[in-house]
């Protein structure tokens, strides 16, 4: 029996008795990272990094949690348990788990660049390694961020010249907090979604030092919006919501931005190609380092990867999961209208 | 180069008119007037010989960058866009020094290549792609594989041209229609104030109508419209100056050659004369299928057989120029009875006045409008007696009133992801009718359902795949469409035997079950009835 059998709940330790970002409601669940197709509602206890912990208990309430730190072992049957950074957002982990001597580790999403907030990606040798695929194609290479920063800010800057808001469509945990940093230092009229501003608060309340941020409310005037930046899930887009900025310009932060034709079928004034996932040659450096014998690809291009990943010598499986396409919102966080 | 560049990307991402014009202007301001030749000769739909080919180029790319050519599939697939993909794929060079030549050189450069030996077209190619960054390759690789569609139309264009060199707009789309050649003509012999009109062939830029909206009762008193049957034919001119005559589409194409029909009326017409209409097939004066056209255009060598069967007239139905005078101005009524003196005089088989249909009032009209397809028609065309001819598409005096469209109920039965736009979803989809207790698949259709209903189609695709060929996916038949579509016609090449002309998603059948679709005896019916 593998270490780790995929079942139709979800990646499940026989041995351990628990599950990994199961997507039905379980006894023991590990979980990688708090977007909300890897963190599910109903399980019985939850297991994750400390970082994570105060953002699932704001989006899933009392539950039994257990948090962590990278690199601490827990026990379950024996099994040994340990959370690796995966890069992706805050508190994302990779899990590490050992058992007579095999190892598995399950990736989550993942990136490898430093995004200064949610820890730099630890390549783990591995025997098995359960890896995503969201961009496993090789037109996915990204600009480094700081270019994207420069980018994001120089739009910006052109739009406050014109008194423009900018209004930056960005996922709320995640690439929200990243683009903080750099939006300030162009600005610190920074307003945001409420989506956006109940994940920050449940962050500054656990400590995290964040720029601050101001909720848009109904009572926001229009001369404060002025030449100010917008934080808004997906969901805000082709909103009444998004009519109190006018004027304004529309620029989308995803990975999907690469190809311009996404751009363009979102009316998006601009397209950023700003992504929390690993690109093609990222994805094939986590691959190669952790010296698995076997690599599963989950979620994404998995058939093209694991193609290409056999045909270069890498034994490689394609694995069916439930886990969604975090670049885009997914519609459990669809607006409170405001 | 790199201008050029910087140009096609802004177009490509602005989303206002007026930030293209903008950008279109600065460029026309600044650029060198070679390129400008090009640039308009590019977005007017003239692009280079192509001197290398996709596949040359997608092989040059993999070996460049070492990736199988299977993968390149997978990833075209997904861009939509050969061009752009190759721009993704090969290596970053963005922080490279500007070191890339002129457009116009690099076209010219293109242009020698065509006769070179493959090497010599692969070492060009590499070493043009080393100087250029991401928006430089995308559109150096735009001009090799063509259709440069970036959602900026031949209207901005002149509008942009109008600005920066203070011309009348009307006069730069008159100038830069027709035939000219961007490798010999110079900018100012194209657009001058002063320069001459040498090429005398040129049609005027066509004046199109909007589909009516709103009840047609609201446009007003009846006697102030004009009204005509809407054939379904290709919009055309036909234009005789200095004593040749020019035949041309209102895709610019010059078709003389393809319709001998038409020779003949070099020698009756009157000289200086430009006449707008429909290029139909027509026994009669009776219109024929549209698809019995294509069969003529499709052609090169024209048989004595299909002269007989598919003979092709001109419908008319407006004057532009009259004596050498450009009529454009004046109203549509003087046009018109001049126009039927025209025809009246010059007695030949193949130029027909396109009917004015009588009314007295709005009701009248649509009943009249019910036998449209019975004679061939799609509806009408309804037309200001006072209106001047315009350029372009324009509300207000001229508009279309077209028919509803067949329709028939079918399942999904396979599914593809989109191109470009929709590069990550299944949105072209393959359709069936029920023959029996067999599904037989009869059209794809592509537009016609909202983002979220792609979407939710898209996820449906993603669980209910059944096989998987290449690119398409074999989906469970569960859900039901609504087929609308203009025409239908007898065709070998689809298993179910017929075509369909301009067929499209009308809705989405939530109410019915697979079980209740239309049959292939139905669509035969449709076509015994419409398509002979
Ligand atoms: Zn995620
Ligand atoms: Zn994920």
Redesign the interface.
């Known amino acids: 029996m593998p270490l780790i059998e995929f079942t139709d709940k979800g990646l499940y330790c026989r041995a351990g008795d628990f599950y990994i970002d199961p997507w039905r409601p379980v006894d023991k669940a590990v979980i990688t990272h708090a977007h909300s197709d890897h963190a599910r509602w109903g399980n019985k206890y939850y297991l994750c990094h400390h970082d994570t912990r105060p953002i699932l208990q704001q989006r899933l309430g009392p539950n039994t949690y257990q948090d962590i730190a990278w690199n601490e072992p827990v026990y379950m049957n024996g099994v040994r348990i340990t959370l690796f950074p995966a890069g992706h957002i805050i508190g994302s982990s990779q899990v590490r788990i050992e058992s007579n001597g095999e190892i598995w580790v399950v990736s989550g999403d993942y990136k490898i660049e430093n995004d200064g907030i949610s820890g730099q990606f630890e390549p783990v040798k591995c025997h098995s390694f359960i890896t995503e695929s969201t961009f496993g194609?090789?037109?996915y290479?990204w600009?480094p961020q700081t270019?994207i920063y420069t980018d994001v800010q120089n739009w910006i800057r052109k739009n406050q010249e014109v008194s423009k808001t900018s209004v930056l469509i960005a996922y709320s945990l995640g690439k929200a907090q990243r683009l903080l940093h750099p939006i300030a230092e162009v600005t610190d009229k920074i307003f945001v979604h409420g989506a956006v501003y109940n994940i920050h608060m449940a962050l500054v309340n656990a400590g995290w030092k964040l720029p601050a941020v101001q909720r848009v409310t109904p009572e926001t005037s229009k001369e404060e919006l002025k030449g100010a930046v917008v934080i808004a899930p997906s969901s805000a887009e082709g909103s009444p919501w998004l009519r109190r900025f006018a004027p304004y310009e529309i620029g989308i932060c995803s990975g999907?931005m690469?190809?311009?034709?996404?751009?363009?079928?979102k009316?998006?004034?601009?397209?950023f190609a700003l992504s929390d996932h690993a690109d093609w040659n990222g994805l094939l450096q986590a691959c190669r380092e952790t010296e698995a014998e076997c690599i599963y690809a989950t979620h994404g291009?998995q058939a093209?990867f694991t193609?290409?990943l056999n045909?270069h010598g890498i034994n490689a499986k394609e694995v069916k999961t439930e886990y969604g396409d975090d670049e885009l919102e997914p519609a459990e966080l669809k607006l409170e209208e405001d | 180069m790199r201008e050029f560049a910087e140009l096609v990307m802004k177009l490509g991402s602005s989303t206002k008119t007026n930030d293209k014009l903008e950008a279109l202007m600065h460029y026309f301001n600044n650029a060198d007037n070679k390129d400008k030749v090009w640039v308009i000769a590019i977005f007017s739909g003239r692009r280079p010989k192509r001197a290398v080919n996709t596949t040359q180029l997608a092989t040059y790319c993999v070996e460049l960058v070492d990736l199988p050519f299977w993968l390149f599939e997978e990833s075209y697939h997904t861009v939509g866009d050969l061009a752009e993909t190759i721009a993704l794929l090969l290596p970053g060079n963005e922080n490279a020094p500007n070191t890339s030549k002129p457009l116009h050189l690099y076209i010219e450069q293109l242009r020698d290549l065509e006769k070179q030996a493959e090497e010599i077209k692969k070492q060009f190619i590499l070493k043009a792609w080393k100087e250029m960054n991401f928006a430089e390759r995308f559109v150096f690789n735009k001009l090799i594989t063509g259709g440069f569609r970036i959602g900026v139309s031949q209207k901005v264009i002149v509008n942009a041209l109008a600005k920066t060199i203070n011309l009348d707009s009307s006069v730069i789309a008159h100038r830069i229609s027709g035939n000219w050649d961007p490798s010999t003509i110079t900018f100012d012999e194209l657009l001058s104030e002063h320069s001459l009109n040498t090429d005398f062939s040129k049609p005027y830029p066509f004046y199109l109508a909007y589909a009516i909206e709103e009840d047609v009762s609201q446009l007003g008193d009846p006697k102030d419209w004009q009204a005509e049957w809407k054939w379904d034919g290709i919009r055309g001119q036909v234009i005789k100056r200095n004593q040749e005559l020019f035949v041309w589409s209102r895709g610019e194409e010059l078709m003389t050659e393809k319709f001998p029909e038409y020779h003949s009326l070099a020698q009756v017409l009157p000289d200086g004369i430009a006449i707008d209409g429909e290029i139909i097939p027509s026994v009669d004066q009776k219109p024929l299928p549209f698809a019995l056209l294509q069969t003529r255009i499709g052609r090169k060598n024209i048989t004595k057989k299909q002269l007989q069967e598919v003979p092709i007239a001109f419908f008319a139905y407006d004057l532009l120029e009259y004596n050498g005078e450009d009529w454009r101005d004046r109203p549509l009524e003087e046009r018109r009875s001049q126009l039927e003196e025209v025809i009246a005089a010059t007695n030949h088989p193949s130029l027909i006045i396109s009917p004015i249909v009588p009314f007295s009032n709005w009701e009248e009209l649509a009943r009249l409008r019910e036998s449209s397809r019975e004679l061939g028609a799609e509806g009408f065309m309804l037309k200001k007696k006072q209106s001047t001819y315009q350029v372009g598409r324009k509300r207000g005096d001229w508009w279309k009133w077209k028919i509803d469209p067949l329709t028939i109920d079918a399942v999904m039965i396979y599914a593809q992801k989109g191109a470009g736009r929709r590069s990550n979803l299944y949105t072209d989809y393959t359709f069936a009718v029920k023959d029996g207790d067999k599904l037989i698949a009869f059209t794809k259709a592509y537009s016609g359902l909202t983002d979220k209903e792609f979407a939710q189609v898209d996820a449906f695709v993603k669980r209910n795949s059944l096989e998987k060929f290449g690119p398409v996916r074999t989906v469970k038949p569960e859900l039901v469409f609504e087929i609308a579509f203009e025409g239908i016609a007898a065709s070998n090449r689809h298993k179910s035997g017929v075509a369909l002309r301009f067929p499209r998603i009308s809705r989405w059948r939530k109410d019915k079950t697979p079980e209740e679709i239309n049959t292939l005896e139905d669509l035969k019916q449709l076509l015994e009835v419409y398509g002979k």
């Open positions: 194609l090789p037109i290479n600009k270019e999907w690469q190809v311009r034709g996404n751009a363009r079928r009316n998006a004034d601009a397209g291009f093209v193609r290409y045909e």
